[in-house]
C-alpha cells in the first residue's frame, strides 16, 4: 500500500473514531437542539451516514472505472507527478466556513435508532476501507468526478474518501459546539 493510501486511511479512521465517541455522550447532550435552531448530535450524526451513502455511491462508482483503466496507463509516472493538497479541503473540515445548500436527501429523517445509525456509520467506514484496499497502488487517481461542494472541481477517488472524513470532521465540531452551549461554556 502507497503512502498515499496509508495517510487517508489513517485520517478517515482516526476522523471516525471521534465521531464515534458522540453516541456515547448522555442522551440531555445528544437531543439537545441548539438556540440557532441547528440540528440535536443525534440528527447531525444520522446526516453524517446519509452524507457518507451518497458519496460512497460515487466512490464506489470511481474505484470501478479506475480499476478499468489501469491497464490503459502509466500508473508509476501518475504518481510520480502527483500532489495530494490538504489545503484544498480544508474549509470542508470547518463547520460554517462556506455557504451550501444541503439537498434535502442528506436531511436527517429521524427514523432511525442511535443504535442502526452507529452501526451504518461503522459499515460505511469499513466500505471506504475496503475500497482504499482495493486501490492499494495509486489506481485512485485513474478517475475523477466533479464535486460541486466549495467548487472543489473534480477529484479522485482518494479525494472523495478524504472528503468524506474532512465532512465527519466539520460535523465533529458543530457537535463540539453544541456541547458548549448545552454546558454553558
Same mark, same amino acid.
Given at each position: 500500500?502507497?503512502? #498515499? ?7 478517515? #479512521?482516526?476522523? +471516525?473514531? &471521534?465521531? %464515534?465517541?458522540? +453516541?456515547?455522550?448522555?442522551? &440531555? ?12 448530535? %443525534? ?6 451516514? /446519509?452524507?457518507?451513502?451518497?458519496? /460512497?455511491?460515487?466512490? &464506489?462508482?470511481? $474505484?470501478?472505472?479506475?480499476?478499468? $483503466?489501469?491497464? @490503459? ?5 501518475? #504518481? ?8 484544498? +479541503? ?7 466556513? +462556506?455557504?451550501?445548500?444541503?439537498? *434535502? ?6 427514523? $432511525?435508532?442511535? /443504535? ?9 467506514? !469499513?466500505?471506504?476501507?475496503?475500497? =482504499?484496499?482495493? =486501490? ?13 461542494? %466549495?467548487? #472543489?472541481? *473534480? /477529484?479522485?477517488?482518494? &479525494? ?13 465540531? !458543530?457537535?463540539? $459546539?453544541?456541547?458548549? @452551549?448545552?454546558?454553558?461554556?
Amino acid at each position: 500500500m502507497i503512502p #498515499l493510501v496509508k495517510n487517508i486511511q489513517s485520517w478517515l #479512521l482516526n476522523t +471516525f473514531q &471521534e465521531v %464515534d465517541m458522540w +453516541f456515547n455522550q448522555d442522551k &440531555e447532550l445528544r437531543i439537545y437542539r441548539p438556540q440557532n435552531g441547528g440540528w440535536t448530535i %443525534d440528527e447531525i450524526l444520522e446526516h453524517i451516514t /446519509l452524507t457518507n451513502h451518497y458519496l /460512497l455511491i460515487l466512490i &464506489e462508482k470511481g $474505484k470501478r472505472k479506475a480499476l478499468k $483503466k489501469v491497464s @490503459e496507463v502509466d500508473l508509476q509516472s501518475m #504518481l510520480r507527478n502527483y500532489t495530494f493538497s490538504l489545503e484544498k +479541503f480544508e474549509n470542508i473540515g470547518r463547520h460554517q466556513s +462556506f455557504v451550501w445548500v444541503r439537498p *434535502k436527501h442528506m436531511e436527517p429523517q429521524r427514523n $432511525k435508532n442511535l /443504535l442502526e445509525v452507529r452501526q451504518i456509520m461503522k459499515n460505511q467506514v !469499513q466500505q471506504c476501507v475496503d475500497v =482504499l484496499q482495493s =486501490l492499494p497502488n495509486g489506481e485512485g487517481l485513474l478517475y475523477k468526478t466533479t464535486m460541486s461542494v %466549495d467548487n #472543489l472541481g *473534480k /477529484l479522485n477517488v482518494y &479525494e472523495y474518501i478524504y472528503f468524506l472524513a474532512q465532512h465527519a470532521r466539520r460535523h465533529v465540531e !458543530q457537535m463540539a $459546539k453544541n456541547k458548549r @452551549e448545552f454546558l454553558n461554556e
